[in-house]
């Protein structure tokens, strides 16, 4: 009997050993799978000051919006889509020159894409976009494709794993890299061919899921050359004292406002920005009126002021840096004093977003009815960029400053 006791306690023991492995196996995998989705969709401080931003950020549909009713949810920094009708999730902004890179994992057997320059709901992708296939078992174009355009260089499989595609769309260029590797280049030969557009991420058939989707803007000038004020000028009647130093344009003193001679209508802008003092006031206005002594800043003025409420970065004070401001605010205060951040604006039509280091902070549309002055209404017409000194207490330092047009929208017919 002591002998069957002794048996039954080890029997017992052991099992508690190893339900109590597989119970802490199962817990450290899922703290590893939290900690890999808390990884997903992050840029370094090095890709955000190189002008990266992230379209998607894993928690939400920011910057984002469906043409039709597939179902659209986010898990673990994932975003998916296996029911409804064909249909995209189009970015709110238009871009025309970038690099793009998506990771995307697809069901067996599905289809789906990766638009590209795409109207929101696009009707052919030989003309209106691109269509970046994905799909093994598509009889004319698979994965890797320009639909109805161009097949890759080589048979690759996209099913049932990640994998990741880095596109370079410039002028009439699209090059395409799979997992690393260049599987395809496509120059476009008609005259009329799209030019700018969405960014569109597809579900057609079977479950299509996306992450990390990142994009950097191309084919931007430099409008400040790092030596003096050339291309600039001050705007009368101000205080600000506006000089060069170290390769950056330094703002410092009383109000005051520094504008480009050249003009920009539909364009992305980026900027490297530090202020030099806790919670100073600035900002950089655009599609701005020539300014006079007696009217010197009428424009859209994409704030910058690191300052929060409540220890909450959700709770900016005066709008908030990348907040278009007395307009709308920023939904996060992402930047902090005495350290550089990049702010990317893109300005298409009505429409507006912000980035910064990054990370989108503003998406908004002017539904005002047109004016000349964008304090009193919709500009979309071109004008100056302008730099703000805000008051006395003004020490702030730009670099780095280039912006790219966009083609109008006529040439996207």
Not at 173 to 200: N, W
Not at 229 to 258: C, M, Y
Request: aromatic share 10%; hydrophobic share 35%; net charge neutral.
């Amino acid at each position: 009997m002591a002998r069957m006791w002794l048996r039954c306690v080890s029997i017992v023991l052991v099992m508690l050993a190893v339900t109590h492995g597989v119970l802490r196996g199962t817990a450290a995998g899922a703290a590893d799978d939290k900690a890999s989705s808390e990884a997903l969709n992050r840029l370094t401080a090095a890709e955000a000051a190189a002008g990266w931003i992230r379209l998607f950020d894993g928690e939400t549909m920011f910057g984002w919006k469906a043409n039709n009713d597939v179902n659209w949810t986010i898990a673990e920094g994932i975003v998916q889509a296996d029911q409804g009708a064909p249909g995209l999730l189009v970015t709110t902004t238009e871009i025309a020159d970038y690099e793009l890179r998506c990771d995307f994992r697809l069901s067996k057997g599905g289809n789906s894409g990766i638009f590209l320059r795409t109207p929101f709901s696009p009707k052919d992708p030989t003309t209106d976009c691109f269509e970046l296939n994905m799909c093994d078992s598509h009889p004319a174009f698979p994965t890797g494709s320009l639909v109805g355009l161009v097949k890759p260089d080589k048979v690759i499989s996209g099913e049932e794993a990640w994998h990741t595609y880095h596109v370079i769309v410039q002028g009439a260029t699209v090059e395409v890299r799979f997992d690393g590797e260049k599987i395809l280049k496509y120059v476009d030969p008609k005259p009329a061919a799209r030019r700018r557009g969405f960014i569109g991420l597809q579900k057609n058939a079977g479950k299509a899921e996306y992450r990390n989707v990142y994009l950097k803007p191309l084919s931007e000038k430099p409008l400040f050359n790092g030596k003096d004020l050339a291309g600039w000028r001050v705007v009368p009647g101000g205080k600000s004292v506006f000089t060069v130093e170290d390769g950056t344009i330094h703002l410092k003193n009383g109000r005051g406002f520094l504008e480009s001679e050249s003009i920009w209508g539909d364009f992305v802008m980026q900027a490297e920005i530090r202020t030099n003092g806790k919670h100073l006031n600035s900002g950089i206005f655009f599609r701005a009126m020539p300014g006079t002594r007696n009217e010197p800043s009428n424009g859209y003025e994409a704030q910058i002021h690191n300052a929060w409420k409540d220890n909450d970065r959700t709770k900016p004070v005066d709008f908030g840096t990348g907040a278009i401001h007395r307009r709308v605010p920023a939904r996060r205060v992402v930047s902090n004093d005495f350290e550089w951040f990049t702010m990317t604006v893109a300005a298409t039509g009505p429409h507006v977003g912000v980035w910064v280091n990054g990370e989108q902070v503003t998406d908004w549309t002017d539904t005002r009815s047109p004016h000349e002055n964008p304090r009193e209404g919709l500009r979309t017409q071109a004008g100056q960029f302008s730099l703000q000194g805000h008051d006395p207490t003004t020490d702030l330092s730009f670099r780095n400053f280039r912006a790219a047009e966009l083609p109008p929208l006529d040439a996207d017919k």
